[in-house]
Structure formats: C-alpha cells, structure tokens
C-alpha cells in the first residue's frame, strides 16, 4: 500500500479490557473519537461526517512513506497485562463509498499487543506513542465540543452531522465530565490546559439562544459556565425595557437587583490519585 492511497487512519491505545484512545480519521474529513487517553475511561464519544479536513491533513503529515509500506504486527509472548497501540490503513474502496460504509481493499498499518513490564523495545514504539498524543490533541477542541454537547445538551455551532454517543443518568454525565476533566489536566506536562481548549466556544441551548463557553481552573478546581450572548438587536430592546422601567413611576430599580445571565457553573475537582495514561509504563 502506497501513502497517497490512504483515505482512511484507525488510531488506537488500549490498556487492558479498556480503551483508552480510538479515533478514526477520513481523508473526506469524517471524524470519530472516543477517549482521552486515561482510566478510567468514561462513555462519551462522538463522530462528525465529512466535517473539517484540517484534522486529516495535519495527522497525515506525520506519516512517513515507509511506515505505509512496511506493515509489522508484533505480540509478547507472555502478556499479563496488556498494552496495545496501532494504527491502521484503509484506502481504495470497490463500491464508490469513502467514508463508513466504504468496502476498502487495501490495508496497511503498525501494532504492537505488549506486556506493560516488556522489555522490548522498538523505533516505532516512540512513533505511535507521538502519534497518538497528537491524534488526541489536534482535536481537543472539538472533543470538548462533543462532551458539552453530552452534558449539557447544547449544540456547537459549527457542527453540522454529528453524533454523540451520551449518558443514560445526570450522575453518570458529571461522572464522565470529571474523568474528562482529570485527563486532560493530567496531560498540562505535555501542554495541554482545559482553559485554553474550552474558553470561548460556541453553542445554542435547546432554545435556539447562543452561548459562549468560560471555562476558569483555580488552584485544580474547574469550573465551566456558559455566558448568553446578545446580539446589537437585543442589546437595543433591552436598553429601550430599562428606560421604560426607569420612567415609571410604580416601578424602582435598586442597586442590589442585579441580572445574571450566567449559567451555574459546575466545579470540578481534580482526583488525589492522577489517572494513569498509556505513556507514564515507557518513562
């Protein structure tokens, strides 16, 4: 198989009977992902068809000729317990299809099934472990979208054909928020920070309002929020309702009544025990 026939990468890092990070990449930029790269994992995933290709040719960059045309799938002996990493191949389709349903007749791709204690070493180890990290972190952003939109049925307003897999129970959607959470904070040493993913996305409620996201983590204490935002037309009318109010005589605006358009915010503290990710077994 030849570089330039992929159209289509599966990442992927299992530990154990979890897994933690799968991801699938399409060239015509449909996008599926589920994990964060820690335990335990939590049931919130999402897929979005033919959506940004900007996620595509990024990951594809990093792919090297030859890791296309050299498969290898390589097992421990003795596994007790489990550490996969792979990343696999798919291209040209026989039934005109190139995204979920495409029938894909070539194939390619790197895989290791280890024992978390193995001594082996190989180059490409290092590969899918860089690999993976930056699958995760070029759609950070866009995950977060996808556990918003699981917690608090809001939608992203750049998502067009996205599905997201939810949460039966409010307790199990704030049990899959602060697993999410946890992760991506125990990843701040590699760069990332749920403040700079999460601030200032945008959503619509189930009213058709619009709201920008304010995500604040004080001293490892997370809060999310949502703030409503007002166009130059409703700024106006409700500048007009205030002058109206002022002038009636019945009517008396203290300074104590105060509006507040903020959502409740939900503070998330991060876990005493960090969970554990895939790459801490190779330190």
């Given at each position: 198989m030849k570089k330039?026939?992929?159209?289509?990468?599966?990442?992927?890092?299992?530990?154990?009977?979890?897994?933690?990070?799968?991801?699938?990449?399409?060239?015509?930029?449909?996008?599926c992902r589920s994990g964060c790269g820690?335990?335990?994992?939590?049931?919130?995933?999402?897929?979005t068809l033919e959506g940004d290709k900007k996620y595509w040719d990024k990951l594809i960059s990093l792919i090297d000729e030859k890791i296309v045309e050299t498969?290898?799938?390589?097992?421990?002996?003795?596994?007790?317990n489990p550490l996969e990493y792979f990343v696999a191949f798919y291209g040209v389709s026989n039934n005109g299809e190139t995204g979920e349903r495409a029938n894909w007749t070539k194939t390619s791709g790197v895989r290791f099934l280890l024992d978390n204690n193995t001594s082996f070493r190989h180059p490409l180890l290092g590969f899918l472990d860089h690999f993976a990290i930056q699958s995760a972190e070029v759609t950070n952003?866009?995950?977060f979208d996808i556990v918003m939109t699981a917690v608090y049925n809001l939608e992203p307003i750049n998502f067009k054909d996205?599905?997201?897999?939810?949460?039966?129970?409010?307790?199990?959607?704030?049990?899959?928020l602060s697993r999410y959470v946890n992760q991506i904070m125990a990843n701040s040493p590699r760069g990332w920070d749920i403040?700079?993913?999460?601030?200032?996305?945008?959503?619509k409620n189930n009213e058709g309002k619009e709201l920008t996201s304010s995500v604040v983590n004080n001293a490892g204490q997370v809060s999310i929020n949502f703030h409503e935002v007002f166009g130059k037309n409703d700024i106006k009318a409700a500048n007009k309702s205030l002058k109206e109010i002022l002038e009636t005589d019945n009517n008396v605006?203290?300074?104590?009544?105060?509006?507040?358009?903020?959502?409740?915010?939900?503070?998330?503290?991060?876990?005493?025990?960090?969970?554990?990710?895939?790459w801490e077994f190779w330190k």
């Open positions: 330039h026939e992929v159209e289509l990468m599966i990442v992927g890092v299992n530990m154990g009977k979890e897994q933690i990070l799968n991801m699938k990449i399409y060239k015509d930029g449909t996008l820690g335990v335990p994992t939590f049931s919130i995933s999402g897929m498969p290898i799938n390589y097992q421990d002996e003795n596994i007790s952003e866009w995950f996205t599905f997201v897999t939810v949460p039966k129970t409010e307790g199990e959607k704030q049990e899959a403040v700079k993913i999460g601030n200032g996305r945008k959503y605006l203290t300074s104590t009544e105060k509006t507040d358009s903020k959502q409740k915010p939900t503070p998330i503290r991060s876990e005493k025990k960090p969970s554990k990710n895939w």
